[in-house]
């Protein structure tokens, strides 16, 4: 069945980097845009980044523009998030979505997500 | 930015039909979806493009834009559907999804 399954979080000193890790399974990442979505404890979603299908295009929210890169291997069918400069506030649930292209790429499936706790 | 507004919480009793809005500039041009998150879950899309549903979505939620405001409604609310529902939609202007800050249904 579709699967996506977040990995590579976990309790990180201020200013250090993580990188994260999506595996995709049970569909071919490459006709899909891939998204980045957070959630602060007790918050709600956030968007972070999305990557356009083939690679040619990505953005990112103001939030992490700058100090967050997300990245894909196709053939290895996984999605990638290295994040930089991490701050208090970066403190999170991370979340990989697959993205459908309807005017403009829109989540449609979510993976289960992975903690990334910001703290010295 | 593009900014959309969601009320905090709706209540309703078994059996009523639950209605949760979604308001932004202009709305209504733009394609609206909506996720629902149960505590503790990974968000699942139960509306898209304004008004579809995926596979598995029961035919009770429904979803309807026009103008300033998305709405989904959930007809013959059931205790499984107490959660936190989100809209979000694509800006063009700026290649970027955004959320609204979402509503807690609550089956009384």
């Known amino acids: 069945q579709v699967q996506l399954v977040e990995s590579g979080g976990g309790v990180v000193q201020p200013g250090r980097s993580l990188r994260l890790s999506c595996v995709a399974s049970?569909?071919?990442?490459?006709?899909?845009?891939m998204h980045w979505v957070r959630q602060a404890p007790g918050k709600g979603l956030e968007w972070v980044a999305v990557?356009?299908?083939?690679?040619?295009?990505?953005y990112y929210a103001d939030s992490v523009k700058g100090r967050f890169s997300i990245s894909r291997d196709n053939p290895k069918n996984t999605l990638y998030l290295q994040m930089s400069g991490l701050r208090a506030d970066d403190t999170a649930v991370y979340y990989c979505?697959?993205?459908?292209?309807?005017?403009?790429?829109?989540?449609?499936?979510w993976g289960h997500g992975t903690l990334v706790t910001v703290s010295s | 930015s593009y900014v959309l507004t969601q009320s905090p919480s709706v209540s309703v009793a078994p059996g009523q039909t639950a209605t949760i809005t979604c308001g932004g500039n202009?709305?209504?041009?733009?394609?609206v979806h909506w996720s629902r998150q149960k505590p503790g879950q990974a968000p699942v899309l139960v509306v898209y493009?304004?008004?579809d549903r995926p596979s598995g979505i029961p035919e009770r939620f429904s979803g309807s834009n026009s103008g300033n405001t998305a709405t989904l409604t959930i007809s013959r609310v059931e205790a499984g559907d107490e959660a936190d529902y989100y809209c979000?939609?694509?800006?063009?202007?700026?290649?970027?999804?955004?959320f609204g800050g979402g509503t807690k249904l609550t089956v009384l």
């Open positions: 979505a697959r993205g459908v292209y309807s005017n403009g790429w829109y989540p449609d499936f």
């Open positions: 049970g569909f071919t990442l490459s006709p899909y845009g």
């Open positions: 990557m356009w299908y083939d690679g040619s295009d990505e």
């Open positions: 202009n709305i209504g041009s733009k394609s």
């Open positions: 493009d304004d008004s």
């Open positions: 979000h939609v694509w800006d063009s202007r700026s290649n970027h999804v955004v």
